[in-house]
């Protein structure tokens, strides 16, 4: 009867340390990410402006100011990505390329 009850320990042990998110909090997060990105870009590309920074130096730039940023939200996040996003790819990619503004 003891491996039974331990099975069932194990099995009740593995289901409670499955992550669930809420939608709305995880919804929420992801706004977090998107507002920071957008203000730190505009805020890259008036320093960038100000510096005169074009071409090569100001995309760089940017993906520096970006770099950063991610590194600023993962710290914000006490380095536990994991308790409040789904995947380290939310913080670190999610809007990178959206502050790009493209000129034909």
């Not at 505009?42 to 100001?58: H, K, Q």
Request: glycine share 10%; net charge neutral.
């Amino acid at each position: 009867m003891a491996g039974h009850n331990e099975s069932e320990q194990k099995s009740s042990d593995a289901v409670n340390d499955l992550q669930t998110f809420r939608a709305e909090n995880l919804q929420s997060n992801m706004k977090v990410i998107y507002y920071s990105r957008t203000f730190l870009s505009i805020i890259g590309g008036v320093i960038a402006g100000i510096l005169g920074f074009t071409g090569l130096t100001g995309f760089v730039f940017y993906f520096l100011v970006m770099a950063i940023t991610s590194v600023a939200l993962i710290a914000k996040a006490k380095f536990s990505i994991h308790t409040y996003f789904d995947s380290w790819n939310r913080v670190v990619f999610d809007g990178f390329l959206g502050g790009l503004m493209w000129q034909n």
